[in-house]
C-alpha cells in the first residue's frame, strides 16, 4: 500500500516596498514554486517612478521624467522579462542648448570607444578649443584614476585639482553629473562621477544613449506590472503599510506586521524601502543583530524638482534637450515624444532641475515663474503662449546623496539574520542612486534567498563590455560580441 505524504507548502516570500527594487525582486522570483507577497502602502506601484493623475484631463502624469541609458543592462533585462521593453525610445543622439541659444549634438562617429563621442565633442559651440582640451584631459585623468581621487575629496575639488575652471565644470561637467547622480559636484563622491563617464560614455559604443519613457511611468511600472506580477501568482496588496518585521524566538524573521496589526508569515522578509525607513521597521530582535544599518543614520537625501507645463501652442523644438549653465537641466517634450498633446492643443513639457537644494526655500509659485523666464530666454515666442495648466512636484529626498564616502555606508543585500534581506538603490550595488542600481538590488536580494533555498541562480547581467580598444587603454575585458543599437536585443545577447 502506497502512503501519499501531503506536499510541504512553499517558501514563503514577503517583500517590504513596491518601488523598482522590490518590482525586481518579485519578477525574478515568479515561476518558481514560491509563495510570494508584496506590499506596498500606497495605492499603486513604482515607488519614485510613479505618475499621479491629472484632475483637469484624468491622464496620468509623471512625478518627474526617469530616463535610463543603453549601459543600464540589469534594468534593460527587468523590463525585457516583464513585457513593457517595447514601450521606450532608444535616442542615438543627446542634444544640447548653449546658453547662447546654439544646439550641440552628441552621438557616436567612426571611431571605437572611447573615442567615438570625440568628433561631436570637437563641434559643440558652447564651449572654446581651450575649455574642450581641458575637459579631455579631465575625462583622460578621469579614465585612469580608478582609486576614484583622494580620501575623502569632492569632484569639485577633484576637478579644481586637475587644472578645470569655472566655465568647463558649469558647461561640461555639472551638465553631465547633476542630472546623473542629482547632487552638486562639491557633495559628489569621485568614484560615482568615474562611473558615470566611465560606463556610460567611454566603454561602450552605445553605453550613452538614453531610453527614454514612450508611455507614463505609472502604466510601465504600476498598472502594467500590478497585472503581469498577478498574472504569474504574485499577491500584491497596495495601499498596505508595515508596521513592523517581525522575529521569531531564535531571532529570524517570521513574517510582517501591518498597520492594521495583521500579520502576515514568511520564510523571508524583503525590505526594500527607503533608506531612513529601514531601520525603524525591524522589531529590536532583528535590529539588535544588525548593526550595520546604523550607518545609514549618516546618509543623507538628495532633492529632485519636476516642473509641468501645459501651453496653448508649441514652443519647444525638441523632443528633448539638455540646458548647460542653466537653472533647468533638462527639458522633455511629452507632446512629441508620448503623443500627450492638451485637450485644448498645444504642448506638454516637463522640466527636469536635479540637485534642486537652492530651490528648497521657494514656492511653487516662485519655482514656476524662475522656469519660465527660462524658457523665455531659451525660446522668446514662449513668452507669447498661453500657460493653461501647470504643476511643481519637489521631492526633498529623492535619491541618496552620492557624498564622498557613502560606499563606506551603503549595506549589503544580504543581511547577518538568516530569511532577512534588503533592496533599493541605497544598497550596495556598485551603481549610483539609479533606476538600475535599484534594480541590480532586487536582483541581488533574489540570489540570495535562491541560494538559501539550494537553487542558486545567476540572475545579475553583465554590463555591456568595452570595445577593444577601451579595454586596451582601460584595462577592461573586451567585448566579443557586436552591440546592436535595439534596445530588446542588447538585453536578450546579454
Not at 525638441?318 to 485637450?343: K, M, S
Request: hydrophobic share 45%; glycine share 10%.
Amino acid at each position: 500500500m502506497t502512503t501519499h505524504h501531503p506536499a510541504p507548502p512553499p517558501p514563503r516570500v514577503v517583500i517590504v516596498g513596491g518601488g523598482l527594487a522590490g518590482l525586481a525582486t518579485a519578477a525574478t522570483l515568479v515561476d518558481r514554486g514560491l509563495s510570494v507577497t508584496l506590499l506596498e502602502s500606497r495605492p499603486r506601484l513604482g515607488g519614485r517612478a510613479a505618475s499621479f493623475t491629472d484632475p483637469t484631463t484624468g491622464e496620468l502624469v509623471d512625478n518627474c521624467q526617469h530616463v535610463s541609458m543603453a549601459c543600464c543592462t540589469n534594468l534593460a533585462d527587468f523590463c525585457r522579462r516583464t513585457g513593457i521593453a517595447g514601450l521606450f525610445r532608444r535616442e542615438p543622439a543627446v542634444a544640447f542648448l548653449g546658453p547662447d541659444g546654439r544646439v550641440s549634438t552628441l552621438k557616436a562617429g567612426i571611431a571605437p570607444a572611447p573615442l567615438h563621442l570625440g568628433a561631436s565633442f570637437l563641434r559643440a559651440n558652447y564651449l572654446g578649443w581651450r575649455d574642450k582640451l581641458r575637459v579631455a584631459r579631465g575625462l583622460a585623468r578621469l579614465a585612469l584614476d580608478a582609486d576614484g581621487g583622494r580620501s575623502g575629496e569632492s569632484f569639485a575639488d577633484w576637478l579644481w585639482r586637475h587644472g578645470q575652471n569655472v566655465r568647463t565644470i558649469q558647461l561640461f561637467w555639472t551638465t553631465v553629473l547633476v542630472s546623473a547622480l542629482n547632487e552638486r559636484l562639491d557633495r559628489m563622491d569621485v568614484g560615482m562621477a568615474r562611473k558615470v563617464f566611465v560606463d556610460g560614455f567611454l566603454m561602450n559604443r552605445e553605453g550613452f544613449q538614453m531610453e527614454v519613457p514612450a508611455a507614463p511611468l505609472g502604466e510601465l511600472y504600476g498598472l502594467r506590472m500590478e497585472s503581469w506580477l498577478r498574472d504569474r501568482g504574485v499577491e500584491v496588496r497596495l495601499a498596505t503599510g508595515v508596521r513592523s518585521v517581525d522575529a521569531d524566538d531564535d531571532g529570524d524573521p517570521r513574517g510582517v506586521t501591518l498597520r492594521t496589526g495583521e500579520t502576515v508569515a514568511a520564510d523571508f522578509v524583503v525590505l526594500a524601502v527607503p533608506f531612513d525607513r529601514a531601520p525603524g521597521l525591524l522589531a529590536p530582535a532583528l535590529r539588535e543583530r544588525t548593526p550595520a544599518l546604523d550607518a545609514l543614520e549618516r546618509m543623507e537625501g538628495s532633492p529632485i524638482t519636476g516642473v509641468h507645463l501645459w501651453f496653448d501652442r508649441p514652443v519647444c523644438p525638441f523632443d528633448q534637450v539638455a540646458c548647460p549653465g542653466r537653472l533647468l537641466h533638462w527639458v522633455f517634450n511629452h507632446t512629441r515624444i508620448q503623443g500627450r498633446e492638451p485637450r485644448e492643443g498645444g504642448e506638454y513639457l516637463q522640466i527636469v532641475i536635479s540637485a534642486s537644494h537652492d530651490l528648497l526655500w521657494m514656492n511653487r509659485e516662485m519655482i514656476r515663474d524662475a522656469v519660465l523666464g527660462e524658457l523665455a530666454a531659451m525660446w522668446p515666442a514662449s513668452r507669447d503662449a498661453g500657460l493653461l495648466r501647470w504643476r511643481v512636484v519637489v521631492e526633498r529626498a529623492a535619491t541618496f546623496a552620492p557624498v564622498p564616502g557613502v560606499g563606506a555606508l551603503r549595506p549589503p543585500q544580504r543581511t547577518p539574520v538568516d530569511g532577512l534581506f534588503l533592496a533599493g538603490d541605497w544598497t550596495d550595488t556598485g551603481w549610483p542612486a539609479t533606476m538600475e542600481g535599484a534594480v541590480r538590488s532586487g536582483y541581488l536580494a533574489s540570489e540570495g534567498i535562491l541560494e538559501d533555498l539550494d537553487r542558486p541562480e545567476r540572475l545579475l547581467r553583465r554590463g555591456l563590455l568595452p570595445g577593444r580598444l577601451a579595454a586596451r587603454l582601460l584595462k577592461r575585458e573586451p567585448s566579443p560580441i557586436r552591440f546592436l543599437p535595439d534596445f530588446e536585443t542588447v538585453a536578450r545577447d546579454l
